[in-house]
Each structure stands twice: as structure tokens, then as C-alpha cells.
């Protein structure tokens, strides 16, 4: 059964530091989402991409971050300068139709 | 504002008991409507969605939901629990006919004795 991958599964890094989450959403699904969980919190949504543009945004969604579609395959999520409140696990999920989202298993993110 | 509730931060029920987790939405209309399930350091997992019709719906694992428009409640069950069951469950709910967000609750803790 297709499903949707992320890398790295952890990332360490120092603060004010650029990173790149990636995910591989499932292949024919047309619509791609980022969300986010601080530890001990509930799933936070971050952003929603279809026809490579955004979709919706939230408020946590501020110019220090970025998604794009490079190629045909992977989505990716850019922090550009992180901050220790940046530090949770992001998920990306993907969809066929604007119905089910099916979710990858997350990228653990800690900032120092 | 659209918003998910889940009453129960955490539940403890023996193995082999019945099970009823408890989702309240606040939509302008009715929702999509999911449940997800998280085991300690994985990802979420589908286990049964609602659009429309059959207000019972089924999903993996032995698990339903029964979405009551009458109490925007979107309760998930289990007859008999098993101890594999042991995670973090969320409700969560979508608006329809949008690529949109989904807006999760707070999760409800699920502990299995034997």
C-alpha cells in the first residue's frame, strides 16, 4: 500500500540554522500539507500546497518558512533560521481529492 | 471558529472492555470528520473517516464512529479493547469541498490494563 515517506525521521540543530524537511507524498495525490505537534500538543496545521502554489496558510506560517515541489515527487518544507520554539515533529500528508489525508511519519525536529 | 474537542485527556480501560472516546466539533456546517490514532513515536494513522450518509461508519481495527448531528458529536468505539490499542487518539475535522485544513483536537491518552 503507497505511503507517504519524510527524511530525515530526527534532525538536530543549532539555532539560526537553515533546514530542509522532505516528503515523499503518495504518487497520484495531487494535494500536500505540512502540520506540525510540539511536544505534548495537538497537530498544528502549517500549510496546504496544490498546483504548486499555497493553498492556506496559518498564523505559524511566517516568512521563515517555505515549501516547494522541486520535482515530481517530493515536497518540502524550509525553516530558514531556526529558533528553539521551532523544535516538534512535522508531519506531511498528502491527499488525492480534497477528502482523506494520509500522513507520513513525521521528521523529529530539535533546535539547540 | 472551527474547532474539535476531546473532553478525555487521558482513559484507562481494562483489556477486553468496551471503549468510547469522546469528539465534539464546531463547525458552520457539518465536517468532514476522522480519527487518527498515534502509537508512542509514530506517525498518525487513518482509522475511519466520516463525509456523508451512514451516520455509522467503520474503520480498521475493530474501531466505528457514529457521527450524531444532533450533538456534533463524533464518538469512537471499540466492543473489546486489546492492549495493542494502547495510544493517542485524535479526533479531527475538515471543512468539505475544500483541500483545507484539518483542525485536530487534543487527543485522548488511551492506557490498556491487563
Known amino acids: 500500500e503507497p505511503e507517504v515517506t519524510q527524511t530525515p525521521s530526527h534532525q538536530v540543530t543549532q539555532m539560526g540554522q537553515e533546514v530542509i524537511l522532505r516528503c515523499v507524498p503518495i504518487s497520484n495525490h495531487l494535494y500536500f500539507y505540512w502540520y506540525r505537534q510540539i511536544l505534548g500538543q495537538k497537530v498544528e496545521f502549517l500549510v496546504s500546497f496544490y498546483n504548486n502554489e499555497i493553498s492556506e496558510k496559518s498564523e505559524i506560517f511566517d516568512d521563515q518558512f517555505s515549501v516547494e515541489r522541486p520535482d515530481g515527487s517530493n515536497f518540502t518544507l524550509k525553516i530558514r533560521s531556526t529558533k528553539l520554539e521551532d523544535s516538534a515533529m512535522y508531519f506531511c500528508?498528502?491527499?488525492?481529492?480534497?477528502?482523506?489525508?494520509?500522513f507520513g511519519p513525521g521528521t523529529r525536529l530539535l533546535v539547540l | 471558529a472551527q474547532s474539535v474537542t476531546q473532553p478525555d485527556i487521558h482513559i484507562t480501560v481494562s483489556e477486553g472492555a468496551s471503549l468510547e472516546l469522546r469528539c465534539n466539533y464546531s463547525y458552520g456546517a457539518t465536517p468532514y470528520l476522522f480519527w487518527y490514532v498515534q502509537s508512542p513515536g509514530q506517525g498518525l494513522q487513518l482509522l475511519l473517516k466520516y463525509f456523508s450518509g451512514d451516520t455509522l461508519v467503520q474503520g480498521i481495527k475493530g474501531f466505528e464512529a457514529e457521527f450524531k448531528r444532533s450533538q456534533s458529536s463524533f464518538n469512537l468505539r471499540k466492543p473489546s479493547v486489546h492492549w495493542s490499542d494502547a495510544a493517542e487518539y485524535f479526533c479531527?475535522?475538515?471543512?468539505?469541498?475544500?483541500?483545507?485544513?484539518?483542525?485536530f483536537g487534543t487527543g485522548t491518552r488511551l492506557q490498556v490494563t491487563l
Open positions: 479531527a475535522g475538515g471543512n468539505t469541498g475544500t483541500a483545507s485544513k484539518l483542525t
Open positions: 500528508a498528502s491527499s488525492k481529492s480534497q477528502e482523506t489525508q494520509y
